[in-house]
């Protein structure tokens, strides 16, 4: 079976992790400290705040850029749910705009007639491993006094016009989930510029306990700090972020001109201006392919190639959002991609054969 994820775990990640057990701190102690010192260095950030996931990540990192009840987060309909459940989580609406088909980011054309009184944010989603329009997204935010906090739980290691994700807008996001370029197991990140976006987020995931002041509760918060060991595994996967994003890198390119002029087989498209880290290998199974997205991954399945849909359905159908009244049709790019995308394994661990059969199966079902 090719797998569509395997995590990479070595002996700099089990050492790491024994030293802490045998170190006596195993909650958030010193090594998740160097953790954020480390993850901030790697985004070209002033500070990290290190969470126990990247929902939580996402969650504080609305409330220390000020969103609360009341409020709108403009974000995309074509993304993981935690995204939207983020701004739910903190009392506000989520106001979606539908992405655009080449890069699957957030159309950065269509926020200005979303924006309304109440917005206080923009949340974009670096979908797959390729940044989302940055420029625009800045200039927009700049010209509507928006905070900008971008969802990159899948772009750690990506850039736009050569400046690393993480750096830009008010705050980044990131998980460490298992199935994620680098990972904790569970695990997640904020990285800003702000001093005070970093004491906030610091603060919220802390029960809402001042820095200074032990049981002195400044504000609402939860506990949603990570362990020792966690963060002694992200320690030693940031020095191999490099390696694994150039395996990822390549098996893509493979893929890609592998899959030159195939009718109904669409190749992701990477802008110019940014760098793709792959965090997802994204087809599209188009009409004039012979067969549909649903049989095409039961057709490799049955060729014992894992592959995955990210995502079914957009967000906008789902019972939490029923209350913003969309029904289908309201998002017609989301809603397609959708019914077309379909994720190939593209993880570092990949050996050629495995690639070269992800191929060779997919032209045979072409030629059907
Ligand atoms: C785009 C996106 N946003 C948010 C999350 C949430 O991260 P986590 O699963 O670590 O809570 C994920 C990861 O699963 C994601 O891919």
């Not at 976006?197 to 002195?216: C, D, N, V, W």
């Not at 966690?230 to 493979?254: C, D, H, M, P, V």
């Not at 290998?281 to 009409?287: C, N, Q």
């Amino acid at each position: 079976m090719i797998k569509i994820v395997q995590p990479i775990i070595e002996a700099e990640e089990v050492d790491g992790v024994v030293a802490v057990l045998k170190s006596g701190i195993i909650a958030q102690g010193p090594v998740t400290k160097e953790f954020e010192e480390n993850f901030a260095k790697q985004c070209g950030s002033k500070f990290a705040v290190a969470t126990s996931n990247g929902t939580t990540a996402l969650h504080a990192a609305l409330y220390a850029a000020g969103v609360s009840a009341g409020d709108s987060v403009i974000t995309t309909p074509f993304t993981f749910v935690a995204t939207a459940n983020a701004i739910l989580m903190q009392g506000a609406k989520p106001i979606f705009v539908d992405v655009d088909e080449e890069t699957f980011c957030i159309n950065t054309k269509l926020i200005n007639k979303a924006i309304r009184e109440d917005t206080k944010a923009l949340l974009p989603v670096d979908l797959y491993g390729q940044p989302s329009e940055v420029q625009e997204l800045e200039s927009i935010a700049k010209k509507h006094s928006l905070k900008l906090i971008f969802d990159s739980c899948q772009a750690i290691g990506a850039t736009y016009n050569d400046r690393p994700v993480g750096s830009f807008g008010d705050a980044s996001c990131f998980s460490l989930y298992a199935t994620k370029n680098i990972t904790t197991g569970e695990g997640g990140m904020i990285t800003t510029n702000s001093e005070k976006i970093f004491e906030l987020a610091k603060q919220f995931r802390h029960h809402g306990q001042s820095e200074s002041q032990r049981y002195e509760y400044l504000d609402l918060g939860y506990n949603y700090r990570t362990t020792d060991f966690a963060s002694a595994i992200g320690n030693a996967q940031l020095k191999k972020l490099e390696r694994f994003t150039k395996a990822r890198q390549e098996n893509a390119a493979y893929y890609t001109k592998s899959f030159n002029n195939i009718p109904g087989l669409i190749t992701p498209r990477v802008a110019p201006n940014r760098t793709h880290v792959f965090h997802q290998y994204t087809l599209r199974i188009t009409e004039d392919f012979p067969i549909d997205r649903d049989q095409f991954v039961e057709r490799l399945k049955a060729k014992e190639i894992m592959v995955g849909v990210y995502y079914p359905k957009p967000l906008h159908l789902f019972p939490q959002f029923k209350s913003l009244g969309h029904r289908e049709g309201d998002f017609p790019v989301a809603e397609k991609l959708c019914k077309e995308v379909v994720s190939l394994p593209v993880h570092p661990l990949l050996s050629e054969t495995d690639r070269q059969k992800v191929v060779e199966e997919i032209i045979n079902l072409s030629k059907e």
